[in-house]
Structures are given as C-alpha cells and as structure tokens.
C-alpha cells in the first residue's frame, strides 16, 4: 500500500449529492441568479410535500437567504418531483406501516444503534438522541461531521423528522445513537481507524447499552489481504459477543465477487440495493445496478438482504450553512444498510431478548421477492419482520 493511499471508503456512489443535475444544465426555465417565484414555489412544493410551511425558518441557526430559497426551488424541479425520492416511499416499498409502528409501539425505544462513519452533526432531527461521540481521525471531543456522510445515514437510521412535520423521519425515531468518526471529510480512512472505534464500541458497550451497529464503510478493491483479514475479523468480533451488525455491500457492483469487505462476511447482515432504473433527472434513463454482488471466495451469497439505497433524503450536516438545506440527497449502499439496522431497531424495541442470529434469521425469513434482488433473500418487508 503506498504512503497517502486511502484504504477505506464511504459506501456512496459518486453521484450520492444532489443540487444540480449530472449533465451540469440547469432545469427547463430556470435562469442564472434568484428568480422571483423561488420563495413561493418553495413554499408551495413544501406544503405538498408534508413539510409546514416555515419548518426551516423556526430552527435555530437557519437563515431563508434568497440563494436558499432558489436552491430550495431547483430541489423540488428536480429531485422531489418522483415519489420515489420520498423517504414515505421508502417506507411503503418496504412494509413500514404495519399496526406495530403506526401505533407507534416499537420505533426502537429503548435501542442504541452505534454508527462507525464520517461523524454526526447537530441536527434538529437528531436533537438529544446522541448518546456519545468518539473522533478516531482528529481527537477532537465535540460532535461534527465534515464530509455529511454520518450525519445521513444517521438521519436514515433515526431522525425524528421534526424539521419536515415527520416527512423525513427515519426508521427507528425513538433509539438513540452512539457514533465513532472513522472517516475523513472525504470519505477515506485507514483500516487502523476503524478497528480502534471497533475496539471502543467492545469497551462500551454495556455502557451505552449497544445492540446494533451500522458499518456503511467497505475497503477498496486494491486494498491488500491482509488489512481486509484484519477489518474482517474486526467486524465479526462485534459479532462474536451478541451485536447486530449491519453493514453495506458496497458500489464496486453488479459483478460476481464484487462485495466490499466486510459485507463478505458469513457473520455478519450485508445490504445491497435492488437494481433500479436511473431516475429523469440524469440525462438519459438506464439501469443503475451498482450494488455490490457475491458470491465471496468462500462461495458465500451476498447480499443478504436488499433495502432502498438510490436517491434518499435524509439529514444535512452543513444546513446552517448559507446555501444549504436541512435535507440532501445520497444514493449508495451506505443509505440502504442504515434502512435494516433501523428496521432491526423496531424489531429489537419489540422483542429485546432476540439475539442477533435470531434477528438474521427473521430477517431471511420475512424478506419479499422483488425484481432486482435476486441476489439474495429478497427485499427487506418490515411487516412480516415485525409479524410473531
């Protein structure tokens, strides 16, 4: 490995950043500049979408620039106009609104959900659910997120929505997070990193009264064998002492063999993404089959379980920002993993005396069969999850 070399990476497609299309061309009848109609175009998409009207201006440290506002326009042309973009999409592709979470029974009270990931900023959907934090790249003791990665899959995991009437909210609203900042602003890291927030997470554990961990982190393809052995049994080390661990498949797919470590695990819940075509906001409409596929050297299937990953709205870390929104865009597997370990989280706030096998073995169990997954169990239906 040559000095400098990033050896892991974020589980995110490089297109994961919404804000202006692709193809680098503006949309149809949107001039340089602020338009006129921003903020009433902006406040009519809002209110279609669930969102009150002046949710942002009511947070703390948000300012409606006039830059934001046409931001927020160009947002709902582009990206919003597909029901699929909606995190309710999400949750109705995949079974979410069974009696259990409609009643609001199990939501993940009582869970802690550790995330090894870029880091988790203030967010107002995350307001007084973060349990602790740990930087493994600075040392430094405050909660922040420089790349917005973390702070996403977070939100995904369990943000309340309470900035977008609910609109937004994650799987698990009710559990609380445990976060290690693994990662770097860009995305990269070092196997060194993630082992040691592997090895603070063993250390408090009973603490934090850790049940679940999401790894949206795999290595590189070149990344050399021994380093992906030691990440490896690493991450099954989580395993070995009772945890649900989660973890993403990776963007080097669809080939054969393409799963990132250490979603090649047999311990371990790896998450792919079905194939899915490529949404009207990219120049042309094609087949987005990125997911990374088994089977592992050991002739393991993988993924084990497939969940939404393409085109997500979750929590933005840099909405104070002038410029920026409370809610952005990511696709990867990095976004589908969060959507099972919350869906775990659920399924734990309901049955806390499940071990993890027991809750891989209902996953299996209560996977559908949906185009695009054939790879693996099938896709992820919280219905039959939640179902005795």
Same mark, same amino acid.
């Given at each position: 490995?040559?000095?400098?070399?990033?050896?892991?990476?974020?589980?995110?497609?490089?297109?994961?950043?919404?804000?202006?299309?692709?193809?680098?061309?503006?949309?149809?009848?949107?001039?340089?500049?602020?338009?006129?109609?921003?903020?009433?175009?902006?406040?009519?998409?809002?209110?279609?979408?669930?969102?009150?009207?002046?949710?942002?201006?009511?947070?703390?440290?948000?300012?409606?620039?006039?830059?934001?506002?046409?931001?927020?326009?160009?947002?709902?042309?582009?990206?919003?106009?597909?029901?699929?973009?909606?995190?309710?999409?999400?949750?109705?592709?995949?079974?979410?609104?069974?009696?259990?979470?409609? &009643? !609001?029974?199990?939501? #993940?009270? /009582?869970?802690?959900? @550790?995330?090894?990931?870029? =880091?988790? +900023?203030?967010?107002?959907? %995350?307001?007084?659910?973060?349990?602790?934090?740990?930087?493994?790249?600075?040392?430094?003791?405050?909660?922040?997120?420089?790349?917005?990665?973390?702070?996403?899959? &977070? !939100?995904?995991?369990? #943000?309340? /929505?309470?900035?977008? @009437?609910?609109?937004?909210? =994650?799987? +698990?609203?009710?559990?609380? %997070?445990?976060?290690?900042?693994?990662?770097?602003?860009?995305?990269?890291?070092?196997?060194?990193?993630?082992?040691?927030?592997?090895?603070?997470?063993?250390?408090?554990?009973?603490?934090?009264?850790?049940?679940?961990?999401?790894?949206?982190?795999?290595?590189?393809?070149?990344?050399?064998?021994?380093?992906?052995?030691?990440?490896?049994?690493?991450?099954?080390?989580?395993?070995?002492?009772?945890?649900?661990?989660?973890?993403?498949?990776?963007?080097?797919?669809?080939?054969?063999?393409?799963?990132?470590?250490?979603?090649?695990?047999?311990?371990?819940?790896?998450?792919?993404?079905?194939?899915?075509?490529?949404?009207?906001?990219?120049?042309?409409?094609?087949?987005?089959?990125?997911?990374?596929?088994?089977?592992?050297?050991?002739?393991?299937?993988?993924?084990?379980?497939?969940?939404?990953?393409?085109?997500?709205?979750?929590?933005?870390?840099?909405?104070?920002?002038?410029?920026?929104?409370?809610?952005?865009?990511?696709?990867?597997?990095?976004?589908?993993?969060?959507?099972?370990?919350?869906?775990?989280?659920?399924?734990?706030?309901?049955?806390?005396?499940?071990?993890?096998?027991?809750?891989?073995?209902?996953?299996?169990?209560?996977?559908?069969?949906?185009?695009?997954?054939?790879?693996?169990?099938?896709?992820?239906?919280?219905?039959?999850?939640?179902?005795?």
């Amino acid at each position: 490995m040559k000095p400098g070399r990033p050896q892991m990476r974020k589980a995110v497609s490089r297109n994961e950043a919404g804000g202006v299309p692709k193809c680098g061309r503006p949309c149809p009848g949107m001039k340089p500049g602020v338009s006129r109609s921003a903020q009433s175009a902006a406040s009519r998409f809002w209110n279609e979408a669930g969102v009150s009207p002046n949710a942002a201006s009511r947070v703390p440290g948000v300012k409606l620039w006039p830059e934001v506002l046409e931001k927020q326009f160009l947002f709902c042309r582009i990206f919003l106009s597909k029901k699929e973009f909606y995190m309710k999409w999400v949750k109705q592709n995949i079974g979410y609104w069974c009696d259990d979470i409609i &009643a !609001g029974k199990y939501l #993940g009270q /009582g869970i802690c959900i @550790a995330v090894l990931d870029t =880091g988790i +900023a203030e967010h107002p959907d %995350l307001e007084g659910r973060v349990a602790g934090f740990r930087d493994f790249t600075e040392g430094r003791r405050e909660c922040y997120d420089d790349s917005g990665h973390g702070t996403h899959v &977070a !939100g995904i995991l369990a #943000g309340d /929505g309470r900035a977008s @009437a609910g609109s937004y909210a =994650g799987m +698990a609203p009710c559990s609380v %997070l445990l976060a290690g900042k693994v990662l770097d602003r860009e995305g990269n890291g070092d196997v060194e990193n993630v082992i040691s927030g592997i090895q603070w997470l063993k250390k408090v554990k009973d603490q934090f009264g850790v049940r679940i961990v999401n790894i949206s982190v795999g290595t590189q393809p070149d990344l050399g064998d021994v380093q992906k052995q030691r990440l490896l049994e690493a991450v099954e080390s989580l395993w070995d002492i009772g945890m649900v661990v989660v973890v993403s498949a990776g963007n080097y797919g669809p080939e054969a063999g393409s799963v990132a470590v250490p979603g090649n695990s047999r311990k371990v819940i790896t998450v792919g993404v079905p194939d899915s075509v490529r949404p009207a906001v990219y120049c042309r409409r094609e087949k987005m089959n990125y997911s990374g596929r088994g089977p592992t050297k050991e002739c393991v299937i993988k993924p084990d379980v497939f969940a939404p990953g393409t085109g997500i709205i979750s929590c933005n870390s840099r909405y104070k920002q002038p410029g920026e929104h409370l809610y952005s865009i990511k696709s990867g597997t990095s976004m589908a993993a969060p959507v099972v370990s919350g869906a775990a989280a659920c399924l734990l706030s309901k049955y806390p005396d499940m071990t993890n096998v027991e809750v891989k073995l209902k996953l299996r169990e209560s996977c559908v069969k949906y185009p695009g997954t054939e790879a693996g169990w099938g896709l992820l239906n919280v219905r039959k999850l939640m179902t005795a």
